[in-house]
């Protein structure tokens, strides 16, 4: 299994080009977060790839910070952010881990397609919650690789194994709330968009 950041540089490229598989469910996931964000707000994204649902949301908020830990990523991002005209946005190449922010300095946190591809993720959620100011909002979207088939878990670990797929989490649905609600978080909204994959808008409180 490779680096996740080498994985990822890799992959950029065809990762970029590749059309949105759902793009209903992606315009719902869209819709949803807009319900919980203001014109004052400050959104951290992480895993933010290509860039475009930042870019998207953008004009509707104060300021975002974009991050990936791919370079080849944000260099994308933020040729489309330039050619969006987009003005009150910066990103920076870096994990949640490498990055340091002011704890409470956001009012959303936007963790889309990359909580399954973290080896820590009860430590991503923690540190999600203090970088939230109080009554923020956590919107996750996450493959839930254990409820997925065996046949599809065992072709993942072949994958990993020959360096053709990045290093995964496996977790339920129920164990990724119970995450969320021993870190303290409530759950605000709860799609399961999929049998593999959820989408969740979590508060803390």
């Given at each position: 299994?490779?680096d996740?950041k080498?994985?990822w540089d890799?992959?950029?490229?065809k990762?970029?080009?590749?059309?949105?598989?759902?793009?209903?469910?992606y315009?719902q996931?869209?819709?949803?977060?807009?319900?919980?964000?203001?014109?004052?707000?400050k959104?951290?994204?992480?895993?933010?790839?290509?860039?475009?649902?930042?870019i998207?949301?953008a004009p509707?908020?104060?300021?975002?910070?974009?991050?990936?830990?791919?370079?080849k990523?944000?260099?994308a991002?933020?040729?489309?952010a330039?050619?969006?005209?987009?003005?009150n946005?910066?990103?920076?190449q870096?994990?949640?881990?490498?990055?340091t922010?002011?704890?409470?300095s956001?009012?959303?946190?936007?963790?889309?397609?990359?909580?399954?591809?973290?080896?820590?993720?009860?430590?991503?959620?923690?540190?999600?919650?203090?970088?939230?100011?109080?009554?923020?909002?956590?919107?996750?979207?996450t493959?839930?690789?254990?409820?997925?088939?065996?046949f599809?878990?065992?072709?993942?670990?072949?994958?990993q194994?020959l360096?053709l797929?990045?290093?995964?989490?496996?977790?339920?649905?129920?164990?990724?709330?119970s995450?969320?609600?021993?870190?303290?978080f409530?759950?605000?909204?709860?799609?399961q968009?999929?049998?593999?994959?959820v989408f969740i808008?979590?508060?803390k409180?």
């Amino acid at each position: 299994m490779k680096d996740s950041k080498k994985f990822w540089d890799k992959s950029a490229e065809k990762y970029i080009k590749s059309p949105i598989k759902d793009e209903a469910t992606y315009q719902q996931k869209l819709a949803i977060t807009q319900e919980f964000l203001r014109p004052d707000c400050k959104v951290l994204e992480f895993g933010c790839g290509s860039g475009a649902t930042a870019i998207f949301h953008a004009p509707y908020v104060e300021h975002i910070v974009a991050t990936d830990i791919s370079d080849k990523m944000i260099e994308a991002a933020q040729r489309k952010a330039i050619e969006a005209g987009v003005k009150n946005m910066v990103f920076q190449q870096g994990t949640l881990d490498s990055l340091t922010f002011q704890n409470e300095s956001f009012d959303a946190v936007l963790g889309l397609n990359v909580l399954h591809l973290l080896e820590d993720v009860d430590g991503a959620i923690a540190k999600v919650y203090r970088l939230l100011k109080n009554d923020g909002v956590f919107v996750s979207s996450t493959s839930l690789i254990a409820e997925i088939n065996l046949f599809f878990r065992w072709l993942i670990s072949g994958m990993q194994f020959l360096g053709l797929a990045p290093y995964v989490s496996r977790f339920t649905k129920r164990q990724l709330i119970s995450k969320l609600l021993e870190s303290g978080f409530t759950i605000e909204r709860e799609w399961q968009t999929s049998h593999e994959s959820v989408f969740i808008v979590a508060r803390k409180s």
